[in-house]
């Protein structure tokens, strides 16, 4: 038995209908946001550089403190400023080292490598 007319344009309309409904956004929850502006003004990451720079300090020692700076970590590389060539080539010497130490320590960072730049460190 085939569908009458009516049958017909009552589903047609039906489906237009379907179409064009509009489905509104829940609110967002307060934590969400919170969470959203934290992210977008970047406060946590400014206390994961402090901690990284602690960190850092902490590994290299006294020997290399004054003539290296964490930078940022890129795509799982960790810059680190030095103040000269010489230092970048003698620190280059212990990469391995230092790499596997930040991998054990801080593992959430996902470092897989580090790049040695010349650069301004500040002397503190």
Known sequence: MEPSR?????????????????FF???KKPADII???MARKGYC??????ELEDL?????????QNKTKVGNVNRGVLEVFVVN????????????????????KVPQNKITDIKFRV???DQQ
């Open 6 to 22: 009516e049958e017909i344009d009552f589903q047609q309309a039906n489906e237009l209908t379907r179409g064009r409904q509009r």
């Open 25 to 27: 956004r829940r609110p």
């Open 35 to 37: 969470s959203q502006l």
């Open 45 to 50: 990451q400014n206390q994961s550089a402090n």
């Open 56 to 64: 850092w300090q902490e590994l290299v020692g006294q020997k290399w």
């Open 85 to 104: 060539a010489g230092v970048n080539q003698k620190i280059g010497f212990e990469k391995r080292k230092l790499l596997a130490a930040l991998k054990q």
């Open 119 to 121: 650069g301004s460190v």
